[in-house]
């Protein structure tokens, strides 16, 4: 997988002369090289942010390491809450753009999905570049420019900036736990529902749409299939395969400027799942381990439904009907294609993830609202929303 290359032509095809693609190293002792980037900008004053186990993971080590070469080195700690997580809300927020100097030259990401929406948030409103040191190979958002954040309980994404460099450390990335590669893996999994309902939106919604992006996350998802056995045993080629399909996708979303190759109506669901447990002031469960079984829901959803849509008289009077008469059995087509629920399950039964949201401990009748409800969280046309068009009682699985 040739990042440089692949990204490269999918600007020139967007006709982007200007994008700047961020350095990007996927190998051992990755963060040694951060010193050489800093030193060539000739900047003096740094701050790194982790949280407990990121600072443990590789955040002392870099710290100690560039505290032999620098001026000022400063560490932010992000505090836990009474679950012992790291939120992306206000309090984070606050936090870090308290303990960030003015004057600060760059920000370092020390961590994994959470740690990075903070860091780009406030490095966007300092006007600080920000640097990315994963920690796990567990989300795709490394190098997107999207923040996902938490305010007044409610998730939002906010466009901020990119990374300009990932120094992916392969060594840090085999020793996070398990269970956060295969919340990367079911990251990319959930590829297979947010492409279909990209072009059904394209189709029957009459949005945006780019072949070349969708080609290249496809490729990134039909990879890491490929190598499933590889990224289970966490050994160096299977977790390079899934670290640099999460930074491709992140970088198509970047150039885009928008999420649509990567998320979809399993997004939704996840981002549903999420504020319910941030109002039940319950523990937050990976991002991806949500979306991987979401992913296996909408599939579900999409191929037991989807005739009873083609066959609707109320998707007829919709703004959505011409294009359900003139593309409905194409995208049937495509979605007959798709993985089985139980071979989606399977995989990521593979590389440890969950497989069902009774895993999760998503109640069944929070699960009913999502299914109902979860479209309204974006403004996109998805098979969900077409399917909330026609329902005459609530829809369950």
Sequence with gaps: MDIYTDIKRLASQLKISNFSIPEIRVEKNAILHIRELIKR???????????QNTYLAAGEKLIKFLMNDFEEVIGININENEHGQVIANEESLVQVFIKTPNDADVLIAVGSGTIHDIVRFVGHKMNIPFISVPTAASVDGFTSKGAPLILRGVKQTIQTAAPIAVFADIDVIKAAPREMAAAGFGDILGKYTSLLDWEISKLVGNEPFHEGAASLTRKALETCVEYVEEISNADEKGIKILMNALIESGLVMQILDYSRPASGAEHHLSHYWEMYLLKTNQKQLLHGAKVGVATTMI???YKKNWKKLLR????KNTVYGNGIEQYGEYIFSVIEKLPTPDELKKLLEKVGGPTTVEELGIPQEVVIESLNEAYHLRDRCTGLLLLNQIKETPIRL
């Design 41 to 51: 900008k000739q900047w003096k004053n740094i701050v790194a942010v982790y949280d």
């Design 312 to 315: 609707s008289e109320r998707i």
């Design 299 to 301: 599939v579900e959803l």
